[in-house]
């Protein structure tokens, strides 16, 4: 929507102006400076004089028409004054056009500007098409405002370009543009789309504070010289794929509400990117980091797969989801989770509005797979629902801080008419990827994950392992007792690499004492054994009454030297009521010397015998599983 013409300004100009039109409420009037020799301005010279004017103009001529209104007609007519027959262009020397108004379609291309050119707070009523055009010195814009499509295709400033609060209602296109000097946007506002598709900036590119309404496209640009967008804010798109930076980039403060997208981008030299807000994706898919980098971002989503980091490389970030699948990095790269707002220059926190209905700050990790994270370092991140099968040397990789995992179902499922109740514990995404998709899945296990592909125990428990290294390797032994629980279950499940016989063995590892890491499984089984003990011992084991020794001997005739023979009858099987406080008191003595490997001297039946045998093997290892489980929880 086109916006109102504002009211013309109740200042004179400081050039002698025409004052054609003057009325009461402008009593100014026309704002043309005069031609030389003339009180009038080009548009209101009578023909007869504008003839002569551009008659006696040359190519390359000094020209003069601030705050003139220019038509198409008219501007057609003074650019063909100065056409050069030698290139079939015109050519301009100093060229001042401040304050003109182009009421017209103002068709510039493919002029040349031999000296500086200025335009400053020039308004195009209509679309301006400076295609192919060159300035070969400074080109001024400062506060110009384009109400149709501006057009720089192909255009090239040797000079200084300044669009300093350039106002661009429509499009803005500069598309293969090549800014030889410095180029200003700082503060500009794009309405409308803004393309710098290939354009070439080989000083410095200021678009600090620059506001993007539309879509902005920075395709392929390429940046020589440092490029600044600073407090920059990009309404729409934003693409900067296949970019190249060859020097310092700087988005300090922007602020990203839609997609803001670098994928392919090269960055030649140390860059900084951030603090920045992003309401919707940042991309750097593809994005080639040759040298140090830091990248501050709150956003709702961050892709870096198939990145390539190669130097040292710090990701902080807030609310975040990130995709790193496939990145290569070959220095120490920290992905780390800000708990507060980013600080500004000024010392004051950056606005985050833009995610104002995002639930939490909280970073999270999608996926590792195909990365090499022997220098990942990861920092209070939630991998609940990240991908690591195919990530390489995960037993490498550094979790600082709080690094949050996924967890079983939790409460007691149903699997069919039978109970089920998880040990609590902290499981990675694709078991439960796996765990949906078994006939014997228990409600509870998040529904199956898009990309997690073919996922099973074999391919899950070196995953396992290498987590469970990591952590050991950190000197959190307790923290890697549930990794190597997921371990041991997911061998217990393989059936392509686990040997049956390995499997049953691994079954009852679990069954008694879950792993190891299960002290009250361990306990609970060592009562039911020192129950199950006394009961038979009670039953069976302890002899109706304790055999009494007798001795028996044979006295000499004649008297002489007696020989007695001292002998214990055999203990026999009890009859009548065998449940009694006394027999109770001596098989818990009998049972509980057994779990140490103590014998009670209590006598006891042939069964009784044997049981004792099988409580003093199973009983003291079951204690020994139950101490290991406690261990392994608190050692450190």
């Not at 705050?67 to 063909?80: I, K, R």
Request: glycine share 10%; with cysteine; charged share 20%.
């Amino acid at each position: 929507m086109p916006h109102p013409s504002p009211a013309p300004s109740p200042t004179p100009p400081a050039w002698p102006h025409c004052g054609h039109g003057a009325t009461p409420e402008d009593p100014i009037g026309c704002r043309g400076i005069h031609i030389p020799g003339h009180t009038a301005c080009l548009a209101h010279l009578a023909d007869v004089d504008r003839d002569a004017y551009l008659s006696g103009l040359t190519p390359g001529t000094d020209i003069d028409h601030r705050g003139t209104t220019f038509t198409q007609f008219l501007l057609d007519a003074l650019l063909g004054a100065l056409h050069d027959p030698a290139t079939g262009h015109p050519r301009l020397g100093d060229a001042r056009f401040n304050a003109a108004i182009f009421e017209g379609e103002a068709e510039f291309g493919p002029a040349t500007f031999q000296g500086s050119a200025s335009f400053r707070s020039a308004s195009f009523k209509g679309d301006a098409r400076f295609d192919s055009v060159t300035f070969q010195s400074v080109a001024h814009f400062l506060g110009a405002t384009f109400e149709g499509g501006a057009r720089f295709w192909s255009a090239t400033f040797k000079g200084t370009a300044g669009f300093w609060l350039v106002t661009f209602q429509s499009i803005a296109e500069f598309g293969w543009a090549t800014f030889e000097g410095d180029a200003g946007f700082a503060s500009a506002t794009f309405e409308g789309d803004a393309g710098f598709g290939s354009a070439t900036f080989e000083g410095v590119a200021e678009f600090g504070w620059a506001t993007f309404e539309g879509d902005a496209r920075f395709e392929s640009a390429t940046f020589e010289g440092d490029a600044g967008f600073g407090s920059a804010t990009f309404e729409g798109v934003a693409g900067f794929g296949f970019a190249t930076f060859q020097k310092s980039a700087e988005f300090g403060s922007a602020t990203f509400q839609s997609l803001a997208v670098f994928e392919q981008v090269v960055f030649e030299q140390a860059v900084s990117l951030g603090p920045l807000v992003c309401a919707g994706r940042v991309q750097l898919s593809g994005a080639v980091f040759n040298a140090p980098v830091t990248l501050m971002f709150a956003a709702r989503s961050l892709e870096c797969r198939r990145t390539r980091w190669s130097s040292t490389a710090e990701l902080r970030l807030r609310y975040a989801t990130v995709d790193f699948a496939h990145a290569v990095f070959e220095y120490p790269l920290t992905i780390a989770a800000e708990a507060d707002p980013f600080v500004l220059h000024d010392g004051q926190p950056m606005a985050e509005q833009a995610l104002a209905d995002t639930p939490d700050a909280t970073v999270r990790i999608a996926s590792l797979r195909g990365v090499d994270a022997a220098h990942l370092v990861l920092a209070d991140i939630d991998l609940s629902g990240c991908l690591f099968i195919g990530t390489l040397h995960l037993d490498q990789v550094r979790l600082e801080g709080t690094c949050s995992f996924d967890k079983v179902p939790s409460g007691t499922q149903w699997r069919g008419w039978f109970p089920v109740r998880f040990a609590q514990r902290r499981t990675l995404a694709e078991e439960h990827h796996w765990q949906v998709s078994r006939q014997t899945a228990v409600r509870g296990w998040n529904v199956a994950i898009f990309g997690a592909g073919r996922v099973g125990p074999a391919q899950l428990a070196p995953v396992y392992r290498a987590l469970r290294k990591a952590f050991e390797d950190g000197k959190n032994e307790p923290g890697a007792a549930d990794f190597y629980y997921g371990e041991m279950q997911m061998r217990r499940h393989d059936r392509t690499s686990t040997t049956r016989a390995e499997r049953g063995l691994l079954h009852g590892y679990w069954l008694l004492s879950g792993y190891g890491l299960r002290a009250s499984r361990a306990m609970a089984w060592l009562a039911a054994a020192l129950l199950v003990t006394i009961v038979l011992l009670m039953g069976f084991g302890l002899p109706n009454d304790d055999p009494k020794q007798e001795a028996t001997g044979t006295v000499p005739p004649g008297g002489g030297k007696i020989t007695f023979e001292i002998d214990k009858a055999d203990p026999q099987n009890p009859t009548g009521n065998q449940f009694t406080g006394e027999r109770f008191e001596k098989a818990l003595n009998v049972t509980l010397n057994s779990v140490v490997f103590r014998s009670s001297s209590q006598d006891l039946t042939t069964a009784g015998t044997y049981l004792e045998m099988t409580s003093r093997i199973t009983e003291p290892v079951l204690l020994s599983l139950a101490v290991l489980a406690v261990r392994n929880r608190v050692k450190r």
